[in-house]
């Protein structure tokens, strides 16, 4: 089965600091990643996904990824946060499963924004 | 013009009642899912069905009874409530069951069990 672990339960950062969370994830197959953000009482939206192809992938509100292989790591970048950007993180591996598709989220980080 | 609906938003109950959770999304998916937040954010797959066919089945305790009228709805019955139920309750929809299928989640249903 497919795990993922994010390394950071919180990360506080000042607004217009860079900020990097950080997601590994093992598989012995092929490899779907995904980063959802969740915003308070609010359900999760897609930032950005890796299929295949660049490993640099650039999602929506200014953040990327990095899929890097031979580390089991897609982490999370952004180079200046914005207090908008508080919200709880979550790291994502899809596995097919009877024939669906399946997705382990990691525990989740809580970025919080401070002026 | 919301995407994928939950109701309720909140439901407080006590043990042992019977409740449900409703969810419709106009995407136009097939395959929609439940999933279940713990008090530490920790999001796991329930259950998932495509074209009203359950797929996907995690070890969920049969007092949860979710069901398909149609692909435009899944519905969550909770028989029994226990006080380990207090979670919150997303449902998902996507197209298709392909791995690298973006999934659209709801709003949320706050359950809280007295």
């Known amino acids: 089965a497919q795990s993922v672990t994010q390394l950071d339960s919180q990360v506080p950062v000042f607004e217009e600091a860079p900020v990097e969370l950080r997601c590994n994830y093992s598989?012995?197959?092929?490899?779907?990643l995904f980063w959802y953000v969740q915003y308070p009482n609010q359900g999760l939206q897609l930032l950005l996904k890796?299929?295949?192809?660049?490993?640099l992938v650039k999602g929506i509100n200014g953040f990327e990824a990095e899929f890097n292989k031979s580390q089991t790591s897609f982490h999370l970048r952004k180079p200046s946060v914005h207090i908008s950007d508080t919200a709880e993180y979550f790291c994502?591996?899809?596995?097919?499963?009877?024939?669906?598709?399946?997705?382990?989220f990691g525990q989740g980080t809580r970025l919080t924004i401070n002026p | 013009d919301t995407a994928v609906s939950q109701t309720p938003k909140y439901l407080v109950t006590q043990m042992g009642n019977d409740k449900s959770i409703k969810c419709e999304q106009n995407?136009?998916?097939?395959?929609m899912y439940w999933y279940k937040q713990d008090s530490k954010k920790f999001l796991k797959i329930m259950f998932s069905?495509?074209?009203?066919?359950?797929?996907i089945n995690e070890t969920v305790p049969n007092r949860f009874s979710p069901k398909s009228p149609d692909k435009a709805h899944l519905n969550l019955h909770i028989n029994s409530l226990e006080l380990g139920d207090s979670a919150v309750y997303f449902c998902?929809?996507?197209?298709?069951?392909?791995?690298?299928?973006?999934?659209?989640f709801g709003p949320g249903t706050r359950l809280t069990v007295l």
């Open positions: 998902a929809s996507s197209q298709g069951v392909g791995p690298g299928n973006e999934q659209f």
């Open positions: 069905y495509n074209n009203k066919e359950l797929i």
């Open positions: 890796y299929l295949s192809g660049s490993t």
């Open positions: 598989s012995s197959v092929s490899v779907y």
């Open positions: 994502a591996v899809s596995e097919r499963i009877q024939g669906a598709q399946k997705l382990v």
């Open positions: 995407l136009g998916h097939d395959t």
